[in-house]
């Protein structure tokens, strides 16, 4: 028996309303200075599963769709999509510690993918997949960003810092990367799959994508501590550690 879309929608409000928990758990129940130094941290994975939370509450009550020719645009999902994607990146570019020009242009490049399948979503034929193609190429950039630009530009220095980051860069590149794939065989795409099957391939993407990176991230909070001696940015955008020795921006992060 085929199961409802409603139902995966309000699996999905339930997890990441669960998701949230730990890092607002992280964040209230621990009051030294330091952990307080970690409150925009904590506050950017909050945000993360709060929002998608929201998103899929809306979706499980019915809101957030629209009827176009194309076909049933779930905006909710999509505006998800465009504000924590960015806070996603945003995470990881706090623990890379990156100059303020790589940030902004893995969020741009993000943002140009996010409208792509809006609009690869919202129109049929030629313009739709002229669409799909620009959010691809916008992808492999942003793939590269992750992999080559961020780990090569950051200023984070020690081995737990590097640890963590690898591990919710590598989640973020490899879960991302199976989106464009669903995109392809859902109704969007070439119809392979069912509406209810579309959404539930994307809440569990969601779940594992978000949830986890939220619990891998608050799991490896200590990171956070060699991170506290930080003053953040200069008027340049570039990080500066109160510690000259880390000045040096020897390590690169992402190499092990």
């Keep these: 028996m085929l199961v409802d879309t409603a139902v995966w ?16 758990w992280a964040w209230f129940s621990r009051s030294s200075e330091a952990e307080e130094s970690h409150a925009i941290y904590y506050a950017t994975l909050a945000g993360v599963t709060g929002i998608a939370a929201i998103a899929y509450l809306l979706m499980a009550l019915g809101f957030g769709s629209v009827s176009l020719s194309a076909g ?44 792509g399948g809006i609009a690869a979503a919202a129109t049929t034929g030629t313009v739709s997949w002229v669409a799909f193609g620009v959010a691809g190429v916008a992808y492999v950039a942003l793939v590269y960003g992750l992999l080559v630009s961020l780990p090569r530009s950051a200023s984070a220095e020690g081995d737990r810092v590097r640890a963590v980051f690898g591990t919710l860069r590598n989640i973020t590149v490899v879960l991302w990367t199976l989106y464009p794939v669903v995109w392809l065989l859902a109704p969007t795409g ?23 990176f939220v619990v891998v991230a608050v799991a490896g909070a200590d990171a956070l501590d060699r991170l506290g001696a930080d003053s953040g940015p200069d008027a340049d955008g570039e990080f500066v550690a109160a510690d000259p020795s880390a000045e040096e921006r020897t390590t690169v992060l992402g190499d092990d």
């Design 9 to 24: 929608a309000w699996i999905g409000a339930l997890a990441m309303g669960a998701g949230t928990v730990p890092p607002l």
């Design 72 to 115: 049933e645009l779930d905006i909710a999902r999509y505006v998800d999509w465009l504000l924590t994607t960015p806070l996603l990146l945003l995470y990881l570019g706090l623990l890379a510690r990156p100059s303020r020009r790589v940030l902004a242009g893995l969020i741009g490049v993000d943002v140009v993918i996010i409208a």
């Design 190 to 212: 070439f119809g392979l799959l069912t509406p209810a099957t579309e959404m539930l391939v994307f809440v569990y993407l969601d779940i594992v994508s978000k949830v986890g």
